[in-house]
C-alpha cells in the first residue's frame, strides 16, 4: 500500500492561473538543480586554480635549484644564497640558502612562493645536495693486471690482495712476498714467492680491470686552459720553485724536478708530450681542498717518476689521491724508481715498471715487472675511490638527495 504525504492542490485545467503554477514549479526545480550543479563546478574550479598554483610553486623551488648550480659553477663553489628573493616574471619568487656539508658536498635548500613571501598564496620548498661532477673508480686489489701478468724480481713486495689475468712469476732472485691473497687466471710462484695469507687461486676466471673515462678527464683539464710548452717551455718545466697547476692541458712535456713543490688544484691533461718527475725533495701534491676526494692526471705518453721524485695525498681522514693514468701501448708506459711515489697509477693498455724501493698505493696495468725490492702497499679506501675536478669543477645534484617539503 501507498502512503501518501501531502496532496498538491489540483486545479482544473481550464481555471486561470493553472499554466503559471506549473511553470513556476518548473523554474523552481531548474533553479535548484542549476545551482548544485554550479557548486560542483565552481569547486572543480577552485581546486584545479589551487593546483596550478600549487604546481607554480614547486617550479619556482626547482628553480631556485638550478639558480643555485649555475652560481656555484659560475663562481667556483664559492657561493651561498641569494640573501633576498628573487623574482621570476610576474608568477613568484625564490629564495635560496647554501650550507657546506663537506668540502666537495654542499646542501642546497630553495623555496618558490607565489606571488611572494609576504602575502604567499602557495609556497614549495626543494632541499638536495650538490657535489662535484666526477667519476667513482673501484681499486679492489693492490694490483691488478692484464695478460702480461706479474713478474716479481729480487725481495719486491705487495701489501694487500692481487689479481692477474696471467700469470703471478717469481722472476729473478728471492724473498719475494705477497702479504695478502694471490689470484691468477695462469699460474703462481709459490713458492719461492711467499703468500702470507696461504691464499693462492690459480686457473680463475679473467677479472675486469677497473674503467676510467678518459675524455672526462681529458675535457676537466682543458677547460681550464692550454698550455703549448712550444710556445711558453717555461711553464712546462717546473724546476725548483713552489706552483700550482691545474686544471690545465700541457701539449708536449711536462717535467717537474730539482726539489719542486708543486700543489695539483684539478686534472692534468698532458698531449702529445711525456710527464717526468725527479730528483729528491721534488713532490707533487694533492690539493688540501679536494678533501677526500682525488683528481686525475692523463697523458698519452709515458709517465716518469725517478731519482725520489714523489707523489702525495692530502691529509684527509681518508686521504685523496691523485690517480696518475697513461694510454699509451708502450711497455713501460710508466717506470717509477726510488721510493714514495705515494699515488694510484694506471696503465691499461701498457707496461708498469716498479724499481729501487718504489712504492705506490695501488696500480693497474697491462703488466707489471717488480725490481730491487719495489713495494707495492694497498691504501684503504681505494675500493671505491672518487675523483673529482676540485673545488672549481662543475657542480652537480646528488643522486637521491632531492626532496620537496611543504
Given at each position: 500500500?501507498?502512503k501518501?504525504?501531502?496532496?498538491?492542490p489540483?486545479l482544473?485545467k481550464?481555471?486561470p492561473?493553472?499554466?503559471?503554477?506549473v511553470g513556476?514549479?518548473v523554474?523552481?526545480v531548474?533553479i535548484i538543480f542549476?545551482a548544485g550543479q554550479?557548486d560542483?563546478?565552481?569547486?572543480?574550479v577552485?581546486q584545479g586554480s589551487?593546483?596550478?598554483?600549487?604546481?607554480?610553486a614547486?617550479?619556482?623551488?626547482e628553480a631556485g635549484v638550478d639558480?643555485?648550480i649555475?652560481?656555484?659553477?659560475?663562481?667556483a663553489?664559492?657561493?651561498?644564497?641569494?640573501g633576498?628573493e628573487?623574482a621570476?616574471?610576474?608568477t613568484?619568487?625564490?629564495?635560496?640558502?647554501?650550507?657546506d656539508?663537506?668540502?666537495?658536498i654542499?646542501?642546497?635548500?630553495a623555496?618558490?612562493y607565489v606571488?611572494?613571501?609576504t602575502?604567499?598564496r602557495?609556497k614549495?620548498?626543494?632541499?638536495?645536495q650538490?657535489v662535484?661532477?666526477g667519476?667513482?673508480?673501484e681499486?679492489?686489489?693492490a694490483?691488478?693486471?692484464?695478460t702480461?701478468?706479474?713478474?716479481m724480481n729480487?725481495?719486491?713486495?705487495i701489501n694487500?690482495n692481487?689479481?692477474?689475468?696471467?700469470?703471478?712469476s717469481?722472476?729473478?732472485?728471492?724473498?719475494?712476498?705477497?702479504?695478502g691473497?694471490?689470484y691468477a687466471v695462469?699460474?703462481?710462484?709459490?713458492?719461492p714467492?711467499?703468500?702470507t695469507?696461504?691464499?693462492i687461486?690459480e686457473?680463475?676466471e679473467?677479472?675486469?680491470?677497473?674503467?676510467?673515462?678518459?675524455q672526462l678527464?681529458k675535457?676537466?683539464?682543458?677547460?681550464?686552459g692550454?698550455i703549448d710548452c712550444?710556445?711558453?717551455?717555461?711553464?712546462c718545466n717546473?724546476?725548483?720553485v713552489?706552483?700550482?697547476?691545474g686544471?690545465?692541458?700541457?701539449?708536449?712535456?711536462?717535467?717537474?724536478?730539482?726539489?719542486?713543490?708543486?700543489?695539483?688544484?684539478?686534472?692534468?691533461?698532458v698531449?702529445?708530450?711525456n710527464?717526468?718527475?725527479?730528483?729528491g725533495?721534488?713532490?707533487v701534491?694533492?690539493s688540501?681542498?679536494?678533501?677526500?676526494?682525488?683528481t686525475v692526471i692523463?697523458?698519452?705518453g709515458?709517465?716518469?717518476?725517478e731519482?725520489?721524485?714523489?707523489?702525495?695525498p692530502?691529509?684527509?681522514?681518508?686521504?685523496g689521491y691523485?690517480?696518475v693514468v697513461?694510454t699509451?701501448t708502450?711497455d713501460?708506459?710508466m717506470?717509477?724508481?726510488?721510493?714514495?711515489a705515494?699515488?694510484?697509477?694506471y696503465?691499461?693498455d701498457?707496461?708498469?715498471?716498479?724499481s729501487q724501493?718504489?712504492?705506490?698505493?695501488?696500480?693497474v696495468a697491462?703488466?707489471?715487472?717488480?725490481?730491487?725490492s719495489?713495494?707495492?702497499?694497498?691504501a684503504?679506501?681505494l675500493?671505491?675511490a672518487?675523483?673529482?675536478?676540485?673545488?672549481?669543477?662543475?657542480?652537480?645534484i646528488?643522486?637521491?638527495?632531492?626532496?620537496y617539503?611543504?
Open positions: 500500500m501507498v501518501k504525504f501531502f496532496n498538491l489540483t482544473p481550464n481555471q492561473g493553472f499554466v503559471l503554477l513556476i514549479l523554474v523552481t531548474i542549476s554550479f560542483r563546478v565552481a569547486n572543480f577552485r589551487n593546483k596550478v598554483v600549487q604546481q607554480q614547486v617550479n619556482l623551488a639558480y643555485a649555475w652560481q656555484l659553477n659560475k663562481n663553489g664559492n657561493w651561498y644564497g641569494t633576498t628573487v621570476v616574471g610576474t613568484g619568487t625564490f629564495f635560496v640558502t647554501v650550507t656539508e663537506s668540502a666537495n654542499k646542501n642546497v635548500v623555496t618558490g606571488p611572494n613571501s602575502s604567499p602557495q614549495s620548498t626543494v632541499k638536495t650538490v662535484i661532477g667519476q667513482t673508480i681499486f679492489n686489489f694490483t691488478q693486471t692484464g702480461g701478468g706479474i713478474t729480487q725481495s719486491s713486495t694487500g692481487i689479481y692477474s689475468n696471467g700469470n703471478i717469481a722472476g729473478n732472485g728471492s724473498q719475494q712476498t705477497i702479504d691473497e694471490a695462469g699460474t703462481i710462484d709459490s713458492p714467492i711467499t703468500v695469507s696461504g691464499v687461486e686457473n680463475q679473467p677479472e675486469d680491470m677497473p674503467t676510467i673515462d678518459y678527464w675535457d676537466e683539464a682543458t677547460a681550464g692550454i712550444a710556445i711558453t717551455p717555461s711553464s717546473i724546476d725548483g713552489i706552483a700550482s697547476i686544471p690545465k692541458k700541457y701539449i708536449g712535456n711536462l717535467t717537474i724536478s730539482n726539489q719542486a713543490k708543486v700543489t695539483v688544484t684539478g686534472p692534468i691533461y698531449e702529445n708530450g710527464i717526468i718527475v725527479r730528483n725533495g721534488t713532490q701534491n694533492l688540501q681542498s679536494f678533501g677526500s676526494e682525488g692523463i697523458t698519452n709515458t709517465i716518469t717518476v731519482q725520489g721524485g714523489a707523489f702525495n692530502n691529509s684527509a681522514s681518508p686521504p691523485i690517480l697513461t699509451s708502450l713501460p708506459a717506470s717509477v724508481s726510488n721510493q714514495g705515494n699515488a694510484v697509477f696503465a691499461l701498457g707496461g708498469a715498471e716498479l724501493s718504489a712504492q705506490v698505493n695501488a696500480l697491462k703488466k707489471l715487472i717488480m725490481r730491487n719495489a713495494t707495492l702497499t694497498y684503504s679506501g675500493a671505491s672518487k675523483f673529482s675536478s676540485g673545488p672549481g669543477g662543475s657542480w652537480e646528488r643522486k637521491g638527495s632531492y626532496q617539503t611543504k
